[in-house]
């Protein structure tokens, strides 16, 4: 079972005494690039193109089994839980850094990655290395092996339960898991966390969670358990009476940002730190004000104030938290692929936004955080989001467009963008077959004044990083 909560404040030191048993005796992979491949042969179904999303496909007891086998690490060690539409990534990694700055040894589980796999484990701000992630799949081969063909784990299992064997590694004090796709099916969704965070719903995977807000909400809502207090951000009301309603069926305490719990926020502009939104947040036991946010958009203030409400539920269960070092932590937060600037002549911009609101959140948060004369979109999404959606929104940011496609199987074709893009608004646009192209086009029609922004798809902006990162 897990450790009970400590309130004395002191952080562990020692590595823990119920690590899972390393393997035994001849290895399956000699080196990285064996192991990664068995990884990468395992079913991806962030790469399905045509994805059902049912108990077949997403099937906890086949998650179960891989973690019975391998021990049950994920009871323990103490977690705490978010899903939700947007803002996920940035929320959780915001609550890691302040747990770290108070001393926690702090497990962080994410996904997508925008570059490297290894993103997605860290450790107190640091990835898994190579070995390390060798040594894990060396231990987990024969689990997996075990299990039958038809009910064999796929990648984002494996990966779940690398995660969770990590962690106990590295005995960490608190891991924040942040949910794949949906949450009641979810490969996460076998913890008991301290706490969960529901950021932002809106529509997106409709192919799969459903196309109304209230069955993705729904949906989410799957990770909800027993007693464990739940903290969420201000929805849609149809979104909200859902969220409401399973709370109240799980016997769970509620409370949302802006309502039950005193949240503000407010832009502005300093010489020290240029344009910028800061926070406040009041609950009985915390007091945190004027907050700098340290990522750019009101969106980001939103998840930054779930980011404090959960910290301050943690805080209610024992856990012991200096709010002057919660602010330092966050003070440090940088987030890959948030409105990076990745190139300085011409700026080049990436951004994750890949649904509709999230692009709506990105083109508010450019105009409000960055100077330009004209701004060039590069654009590609994938089949399974709200394409439609998106383009709706990229017209009144975008001065020009330039479609494009990533290397995802799911990938829209240019030329189908454009011919809806047409439909929607009318506006000129440019196509182009690769990224590499559409840089091409975009650096012919800007100055040193205007702005390159690539979005749509965390393949995309992957791609482009690699392009301009330095050798």
């Known amino acids: 079972m897990a450790r009970a909560v400590r309130t004395t404040g002191k952080k562990r030191t020692k590595k823990s005494s119920s690590k899972i048993a390393k393997v035994k ?73 302040m747990l770290e700055a108070n001393g926690y040894n702090v497990g962080l589980y994410t996904s997508p990655h925008v570059v490297h796999l290894h993103e997605r484990i860290t450790v107190n701000s640091q990835m898994i290395n190579g070995s390390e992630m060798r040594e894990l799949l060396n231990r987990i081969h024969a689990p997996v092996e075990k299990m039958s063909k038809a009910n064999a784990p796929t990648f984002f299992e494996i990966m779940t339960a690398l995660a969770f064997m990590y962690f106990i590694d590295k005995s960490v004090d608190i891991a924040v898991i942040e949910t794949g796709l949906g949450g009641r099916l979810d490969s996460t969704n076998v913890i008991k966390p301290k706490v969960v965070g529901i950021t932002s719903l809106s529509i997106d995977h409709q192919h799969q969670l459903g196309s109304s807000i209230a069955s993705i909400a729904e949906e989410k809502a799957g990770v909800f358990k027993r007693g464990v207090p739940i903290v969420t951000v201000q929805q849609d009301p149809a979104a909200m009476r859902v969220l409401r309603s399973q709370a109240i069926a799980a016997e769970a305490p509620f409370s949302v940002t802006g309502s039950d719990i005193d949240f503000s926020h407010r832009f502005e502009t300093s010489r020290e730190h240029g344009p910028h939104t800061r926070i406040c947040l009041t609950t009985p036991t915390s007091k945190f004000e004027h907050l700098r946010v340290p990522l750019h958009g009101k969106h980001q203030a939103i998840n930054c104030g ?88 990229l017209q009144y940011g975008a001065d020009k467009v330039i479609f494009t496609r990533s290397n995802s199987a799911k990938a829209v074709s240019p030329d189908d963008l454009a011919e809806m893009y047409t439909e929607i608004c009318g506006k000129m646009y440019q196509t182009a077959a690769s990224l590499g192209q559409a840089l091409q086009l975009a650096k012919s029609a800007v100055s040193k004044e205007d702005l390159i922004c690539i979005t749509g798809s965390f393949y995309l902006i992957g791609q482009a990083k690699i392009r301009f990162q330095p050798n």
């Open 25 to 97: 005796g001849k290895k399956a992979f000699r080196n990285y690039k064996q192991a990664i491949g068995y990884l990468f042969e395992r079913t991806d179904y962030e790469k399905e193109k045509r994805l059902r999303y049912n108990v077949t496909t997403f099937n906890l007891a086949r998650m179960k089994r891989l973690l019975s086998l391998l021990g049950n690490p994920h009871k323990k060690i103490h977690t705490v839980h978010i899903a939700g539409t947007k803002g996920k990534g940035s929320t959780a990694t915001m609550l890691a850094k």
């Open 306 to 393: 779930l980011a404090l409400a959960m910290l301050d539920k943690l805080k209610a269960v024992g856990y012991e938290i200096d709010n002057a070092k919660a602010a330092e932590g966050l003070y440090e937060v940088s987030l890959a692929g948030r409105m990076e600037m990745i190139w300085d002549d011409p700026r080049i911009m990436i951004d994750a936004a890949h649904n509709a609101a999230s692009i709506k959140a990105l083109i508010q948060a450019i105009g409000q955080n960055i100077p330009y004369d004209s701004m060039v979109v590069i654009f590609g999404c994938n089949s399974d989001k709200d394409v439609r959606g998106m383009l709706e929104k």
